[in-house]
Nanobody
Framework: QVQLVESGGGLVQAGGSLRLSCVAS????????MGWFRQAPGKERKFVAS????????YYADSAKGRFTISRDNAKNTVYLQMNSLKPEDTAVYYC?????????????????WGQGTQVTVSS
């Protein structure tokens, strides 16, 4: 089992920035590719970004490219999502997830472990 705890969400004005963190515990962190997903009210959960287990390869949804950066610190068992130039449409609950694979992926069924989520609200 992998336990994931997200933090860093909050209320920010459009154009602002936030950095989300996700700390993992349980199984060896470097066994897992990691991802961030988000779910807006009344909508399906969607992929945001993923990173392979070494941190050397990343993959982004089109909505995140150029604005968001995923990274990981394997020594701290932590994955981050730096979000810049935030827009009201980025408002959602953001979830961290761990996959039992080495490569980055945007497919949510590849992720076996999920955090509880952190709310991000972007005001216009």
């Amino acid at each position: 089992q992998v336990q994931l705890v997200e933090s860093g969400g909050g209320l920010v004005q459009a154009g602002g920035s936030l950095r989300l963190s996700c700390v993992a515990s349980g199984r060896t962190f470097t066994n897992h590719a990691m991802g961030w997903f988000r779910q807006a009210p009344g909508k399906e959960r969607k992929f945001v970004a993923s990173i392979n287990r070494s941190g050397g390869s990343t993959y982004y949804a089109d909505s995140a490219k150029g604005r968001f950066t995923i990274s990981r610190d394997n020594a701290k068992n932590t994955v981050y999502l730096q979000m810049n130039s935030l827009k009201p449409e980025d408002t959602a609950v953001y979830y961290c997830a761990a996959a039992d694979r080495s490569g980055a992926t945007g497919v949510d069924r590849e992720y076996a472990y999920w955090g509880q989520g952190t709310q991000v609200t972007v005001s216009s």
